[in-house]
């Protein structure tokens, strides 16, 4: 499951609509997709025609934690699902104000949900306060819609400070790409604008441009994606290609990881090596019967810029079965092809040290 914020301090950037629409475009491809509308204006809400008046539950639900996400979820079709806001939203900072593990309740709450998703796409609100960092502090990517304003490539820096003291505090790095937002390309403002993105953020920017057009405003004002309000307009194609962009680089990182590391466990001098590739987790542990199934505390580390979980285990030559523990669940080792079934029915992975 990939985890992506959709972040810009500034208002009037391109956020919503980007969330929207990526959104959308990926649940056209058939993955199944969870918007998080975390804005208190509730605009990606109201952008799929969700009457939030009516609503009995929104996502300020599980930051008062008398109900998990799962409960406040709305089922768009069968690829889009929604987590809705409300205007009260807006009280959560105040509410929560010196309460401790504030900073993690969506984090928690994403965590504790039942249902399977292939991307978790957040609106975050124009501002960098506790909802946003709930967000990043939720999510292993961050997409920063920039529209052609020096005042909103400005406003990056902050926010590119916070994804820095998130890696430092909580030991959670993020990977950030900016996309260009709202762009007239006709004019040389614009083409100067982004020669100066590409020089700043170089490959962390999308190749895709978002363009101006009437038909994106449109669209949410009738409470549809663009890929179904006008799917040949110039919108349309501008986010069904940044979600090819999006796509590929979920290859390309699958490519990369599987030539950064061997796949499965690995005898070494110092003892084996157990290797985890999983881009959204947030805590990796180990146990086996060589632990008597209790969890090895700090025994899977996470490689700086990557998705890779690393440990390494010093055992005597023998026969061992084990699991990994991945936020809270126990699963068996996906590159690991020896599985054995305990008389319980569990499934084990297995290995021999020689």
Known sequence: MRTIAIVNQKGGCGKTTTAINLSASLAEKRKKVLLVDLDPQSNASIGLKVTVEDLNLSIYDIFSQSHPLDEVIIVMDDYLHLAPSQLILSAVEQELAGKEGRESIL?????????????IVVDCPPSLGLLTFNALRACSEALVPIEMSIFSLQGVARLLELIKLLKTKYNHAIH???????CNTRTLF???????????????MYRTIIHTTVRLKESAGYGLPINKYNKRCRGAMDYTQLTDEVLLEEKRLRKEVSLSYTAGPRQTKEGVLFSYYNPSARDVRIVGDFSDWEPLENSMVQEQGKHIWTGKIPLEAGTY????????????????????????????SALKVS
């Not at 984090?107 to 991307?119: G, P, Q, V």
């Not at 950030?176 to 709202?182: G, P, Q």
Request: hydrophobic share 35%; net charge neutral.
């Open 321 to 348: 079965q084990y699991k990994f523990i991945v936020d809270g669940e126990w699963k068996v080792d996906p590159e690991n092809p020896e599985v054995v079934t305990t008389s319980m029915g569990a499934r084990n």
């Open 107 to 119: 984090l928690r709450a994403i965590d504790s949900m039942k249902r399977d998703y292939d991307y």
């Open 176 to 182: 950030y790409k900016a996309l260009a937002t709202i």
């Open 190 to 204: 614009t083409a100067e604008v982004l020669e100066n993105m590409r020089k700043h953020f170089g490959k962390n």
